[in-house]
């Protein structure tokens, strides 16, 4: 299944490839066997990175406040392992690794109009905000030119035992964007062009979670949408999707259960960076590429790949 996903992802033929549900290990033997996968099927990206991952993380606490200390809600992100299914950074460009930022160890109270749920004290007092990881990785376009790449994956807002955390942890991993981009954070924003990119599993309309958080990054003024859409979206708009408020052409995801197809991953650039074009992979059924992504009823990727382009 890897080297069919590596034949869709080298079909589309990234400069830069940000890979969400792919296991951190030490060394990131995973993403340099997937970087290979890729050069194998014609497509090389030459740089990969990623920071450790919270998914995993033992605390040694109950988190939830249902009496155990050990499950793998009672991480710092939910997982049975400590990187399970993170993220990860491919590029045909150079990586300036050694000015990345990772704000993973962020503490979910120190957010300004942090939503924090009732939570033993014990587990607010260390509780990180990212599920994931929130990151900052320039990406070297020139000697003296960066790209500042933000990106995050945030956990879904209906999961777990607790009744209200994971909505609210949703919410505010991506608030956490709006108030870094304002300066309300200790650690400032970057000073060069930037695009923000990954997933924040909550449409701005439809299915689960609050709304207006991601209704808020999108109308940020210091972000623009170039609302990447695809054919291959619109006409699997049917049965519970049907009824959905947003745009069904810019669906990101294909659950033709509840809650239906949904956008839940973006890429947003910054209001000064030239966007050129932008797109989501689901061609329609009659496509001839659209074999790639595998029969109609079981698709390879429930989540479809999308792009943006920028100029440099």
């Known amino acids: 299944?890897?080297?069919?996903?590596?034949?869709?992802?080298a079909h589309l033929a990234p400069d830069i490839l940000v890979l969400s549900g792919l296991d951190y290990d030490h060394g990131l033997q995973g993403v340099a066997a997937f970087r290979d996968m890729l050069a194998g099927q014609g497509h090389a990206m030459g740089h990969v990175f990623a920071f450790p991952s919270n998914a995993g993380l033992r605390t040694g606490r109950d988190m939830t406040g249902d009496g155990r200390d050990h499950t793998a809600d009672d991480t710092q992100g939910y997982g049975q392992f400590r990187g399970q299914k993170a993220l990860a950074l491919l590029s045909r460009l150079p990586?300036?690794?050694?000015?990345?930022?990772?704000?993973s160890g962020f503490l979910w109270r120190d957010l300004p109009g942090a939503r924090l749920p009732d939570l033993p004290a014990e587990a607010v007092e260390i509780q990180r905000l990212s599920s994931t990881g929130h990151w900052d990785i320039p990406i070297l376009l020139a000697p003296a030119e960066r790209l500042h790449l933000l990106i995050y994956q945030a956990g879904p807002p209906v999961f777990g035992g607790h009744?209200?955390?994971n909505r609210l942890r949703n919410h505010d991993e991506t608030a956490f964007w709006r108030a870094f981009l304002e300066g309300q954070l200790?650690?400032?924003?970057?000073?060069?062009?930037?695009?923000?990119?990954?997933?924040?599993?909550?449409d701005p309309y439809d299915g689960d979670g609050i709304h207006s958080a991601m209704q808020a990054l999108l109308a940020?003024?210091?972000?623009?949408?170039?609302?990447?859409?695809?054919?291959?979206?619109m006409l699997a708009a049917t049965g519970l999707s049907a009824g959905h408020s947003g745009p069904h052409g810019a669906d990101t995801v294909h659950w033709?259960?509840?809650?239906?197809?949904?956008?839940?991953?973006?890429?947003?650039?910054?209001?000064?960076?030239?966007?050129?074009?932008?797109?989501?992979?689901?061609?329609?059924?009659d496509a001839p590429d659209a074999a790639l992504l595998g029969p109609p009823d079981a698709p390879l990727l429930r989540h479809r790949p999308f792009w943006v382009d920028i100029a440099r």
């Open 220 to 233: 940020h003024p210091a972000l623009q949408d170039p609302l990447p859409q695809s054919v291959g979206a």
């Open 163 to 165: 009744p209200t955390r």
């Open 95 to 103: 990586i300036d690794s050694a000015s990345a930022r990772d704000f």
């Open 256 to 285: 033709p259960d509840a809650p239906g197809n949904l956008r839940v991953s973006y890429i947003l650039p910054g209001a000064g960076v030239q966007v050129l074009g932008a797109g989501v992979f689901w061609p329609a059924p």
């Open 186 to 202: 200790p650690m400032p924003p970057p000073d060069a062009p930037f695009v923000l990119l990954g997933g924040s599993n909550l």
């Open 1 to 9: 299944m890897a080297q069919a996903k590596a034949a869709v992802l």
